[in-house]
């Protein structure tokens, strides 16, 4: 298994211009998630899915949608990137829909936003 | 609101020394709590996954303790070892809620 899988690793983008991050797991897994990691905020959820063709806000989903085609897919699409989504963004999922089981996380991409 | 605090912030020990991370969280009505490791520019990878009626879970040098009346976990490591230097986050899981609370997490050095 390869577990979670995010690409692009690294990506920079000027300010306005939208992108989809992608993320996928080969577990069969039910919950899927995406936060995003800033110094001194820690990590932070920004949507989630507890399964196909079912998403929902997370704590910081403004500027970001999802859509859940498919259980292992899970893309994060940035409408209009700002400086401010300058961040670390990580994909993870777990078995349960609830999310109440260990969770395993991608390697994560960094978005720079200039 | 429930907030996850972790003490402290870096944690520098010589090689062989056994370890205690500590983590603390303000609203006891948890589901579950995990603890993460966490390598430079690297994702997390769940270390031990305590659910609310354990007390602890053991892994290999890794012991994680509960305790939900006093809003604390402590991850204790055995004789530590230089791989052993990484970031440890701890994570609460309400059970209203679908997300994950961090803390701000350990920068733990093991020096050879």
């Known amino acids: 298994n390869a577990g979670v899988t995010q690409t692009p690793k690294f990506q920079v983008l000027k300010t306005g211009q939208s992108m989809t991050l992608q993320c996928a797991q080969d577990m069969n897994h039910e919950y899927m998630s995406w936060y995003r990691q800033d110094p001194g905020m820690g990590l932070r959820l920004i949507h989630y899915?507890?399964?196909?063709?079912?998403?929902d806000q997370g704590e910081v989903p403004n500027g970001y949608n999802v859509s859940r085609s498919t259980t292992e897919d899970f893309p994060l699409r940035l409408l209009s990137a700002a400086p401010s989504q300058t961040s670390v963004y990580f994909c993870?999922?777990?078995?349960?829909?609830?999310?109440?089981?260990?969770?395993?996380f991608g390697p994560g991409t960094r978005l720079t936003v200039l | 609101k429930q907030e996850v605090t972790q003490i402290p912030a870096a944690l520098s020990v010589p090689e062989g020394e056994n370890l205690v991370l500590n983590c603390s969280f303000t609203?006891?009505?948890?589901?579950?709590l995990q603890w993460f490791r966490q390598d430079p520019g690297k994702g997390l990878t769940s270390l031990l996954l305590i659910q609310s009626s354990q007390r602890e879970q053991t892994s290999g040098r890794l012991n994680a303790s509960l305790d939900k009346s006093s809003g604390r976990s402590t991850l204790y490591i055995a004789a530590s070892q230089p791989g052993d230097s990484a970031t440890y986050l701890c994570?609460?899981?309400?059970?209203?809620?679908?997300?994950?609370?961090f803390g701000s997490g350990t920068r733990l050095l093991v020096r050879p």
């Open positions: 993870a999922s777990s078995q349960t829909s609830r999310g109440t089981d260990t969770q395993y």
């Open positions: 899915s507890v399964g196909a063709g079912i998403t």
């Open positions: 609203d006891s009505a948890i589901y579950n």
């Open positions: 994570a609460v899981k309400l059970g209203s809620s679908y997300k994950l609370i």
